[in-house]
């Protein structure tokens, strides 16, 4: 009953928050809820909790939230409202629907806990705060609050802000201190380094001016340079796709037939060379001209490390979108990095160029070896088989 009880409730609120949230919920979200109840059966497995306390807080934090989807500010009654309402029609009794609007309304954030059941269903509403991805969940409910909010928060303000609250902040179970508590000591440190460099940069961008247009305009004619010169690389490869192809097609439809005539024997080895070269100089035209796409999975960690550079499709055309769009924010907020995804790109250009400009000098080389060794052997045949 329980068991059934606690899934049929899952699937009710994953469909309530999906279909009927916000779309600027970026932190107050599905996600956050099985967080949430993932948090409280690890506090209550630690604290030793009956299975009645357990079914109230499981069912108390996956409707914690739900009364966002008709306000922000008093949720926690509209979530109150919309738990009874459910849970009524699948004849829940009254003690129990008392003890989850109990702890539903313990979730407000200017309130104390009275009891054990109230500790363990605050602390792991806050429990991301001690999570290994707890920057990234601040950067959800950053873009949370400045969706909804007339005042933007710049980072430095958000990191502030994390610093003050994670301070102030306790957690009031006692498996909660024991596991939590060291995390979230760790991200403090994390969030005050981050801010450290967030206040550097922001006092060296007015007196930084290593960035400016005349380093936009050098990028810029540097891009623009290397695309030409792969243009220019891409139509000497395909003259001589083309030439060579004609070469062929002619050799196929009137050299070759008539080498089965005994009087054309000697035709054979000039052809054959001619052949040879011709089929040599297309292979390698295609081999300078082939495009070569990265196989690596970019990760958020990649781009913050500067290790790749999502600006060229190679690199990024695994990404999924959000990730990518993540990035591209990333670089905009992060001018140092930008420029030098902009520098990999004009290196790793130079490189493409280097490998095309090489394999189209063998091409030329041997078209040309090929022209001169074809048109001697030609010569040579016809004159050693010359009637005397």
């Known amino acids: 009953m329980k068991e059934k009880l606690l899934l049929d409730v899952e699937?009710?609120?994953?469909?309530?928050?999906?279909?009927?949230?916000?779309?600027?919920?970026?932190?107050?979200?599905?996600?956050?809820?099985?967080?949430?109840?993932?948090?409280?059966?690890?506090?209550?497995?630690?604290?030793?909790?009956?299975?009645?306390?357990?079914?109230?807080?499981?069912?108390?934090?996956?409707?914690?939230?739900?009364?966002?989807?008709?306000?922000?500010?008093?949720?926690?009654?509209?979530?109150?409202?919309i738990a009874r309402s459910y849970l009524k029609e699948q004849d829940v009794p009254e003690e129990l629907l008392d003890q989850v609007e109990q702890l539903i309304l313990a979730t407000k954030t200017d309130l104390n806990p009275n009891n054990k059941l109230e500790s363990i269903i605050k602390d792991a509403d806050c429990g991301h705060i001690a999570s290994d991805d707890y920057l990234d969940i601040s950067e959800n409910l950053l873009k949370e609050?400045?969706?909804?909010?007339?005042?933007?928060?710049?980072?430095?303000?958000?990191?502030?802000?994390?610093?003050?609250?994670?301070?102030?902040?306790?957690?009031?179970?006692?498996?909660?201190?024991?596991?939590?508590?060291?995390?979230?000591?760790?991200?403090?440190?994390?969030?005050?380094?981050?801010?450290?460099?967030?206040t550097a940069k922001e006092n060296k961008k007015d007196k930084n001016t290593r960035f400016g247009r005349g380093v936009e305009t050098m990028y810029r004619v540097q891009l623009k340079n290397h695309i030409e010169l792969s243009a220019i690389a891409d139509t000497k490869a395909n003259i001589l796709l083309s030439v060579n192809a004609i070469i062929i097609s002619v050799a196929l439809s009137n050299l070759i037939p008539k080498l089965d005539n005994p009087s054309n024997l000697f035709l054979v080895y000039p052809t054959l060379i001619l052949m040879l070269f011709s089929v040599a100089s297309v292979v390698l035209s295609v081999l300078s001209t082939r495009p070569k796409i990265s196989n690596v999975a970019i990760t958020k960690a990649m781009i913050?490390?500067?290790?790749?550079?999502?600006?060229?499709?190679?690199?990024?055309?695994?990404?999924?979108?959000?990730?990518?769009?993540?990035?591209?924010?990333?670089?905009?907020?992060?001018?140092?990095?930008?420029?030098?995804?902009?520098?990999?790109?004009?290196?790793?250009?130079?490189?493409?160029?280097?490998?095309?400009?090489k394999l189209l000098r063998i091409t030329y080389t041997v078209f040309m070896f090929g022209i001169i060794i074809s048109a001697a052997a030609f010569i040579y045949s016809y004159y050693i088989n010359m009637p005397v």
């Open 304 to 357: 913050k490390e500067k290790k790749t550079n999502i600006l060229f499709f190679g690199n990024f055309h695994k990404m999924n979108l959000q990730d990518f769009e993540w990035g591209i924010d990333y670089l905009m907020d992060n001018e140092e990095t930008l420029y030098n995804s902009l520098t990999k790109d004009l290196y790793y250009l130079g490189l493409v160029l280097n490998r095309k400009y």
């Open 145 to 198: 609050i400045n969706a909804k909010n007339d005042h933007t928060l710049s980072d430095i303000e958000w990191m502030e802000q994390n610093i003050a609250f994670l301070k102030n902040h306790s957690f009031y179970s006692d498996s909660a201190k024991q596991i939590w508590q060291p995390k979230k000591e760790l991200n403090v440190l994390e969030i005050q380094k981050k801010l450290h460099k967030l």
């Open 11 to 81: 699937i009710y609120v994953a469909e309530l928050l999906n279909k009927q949230l916000a779309s600027t919920n970026y932190y107050h979200n599905a996600i956050h809820t099985r967080n949430v109840v993932t948090s409280i059966t690890e506090l209550t497995n630690r604290e030793q909790c009956t299975e009645q306390e357990t079914l109230a807080l499981l069912l108390a934090g996956w409707f914690h939230d739900t009364g966002y989807i008709y306000t922000d500010i008093g949720h926690e009654e509209e979530s109150v409202k």
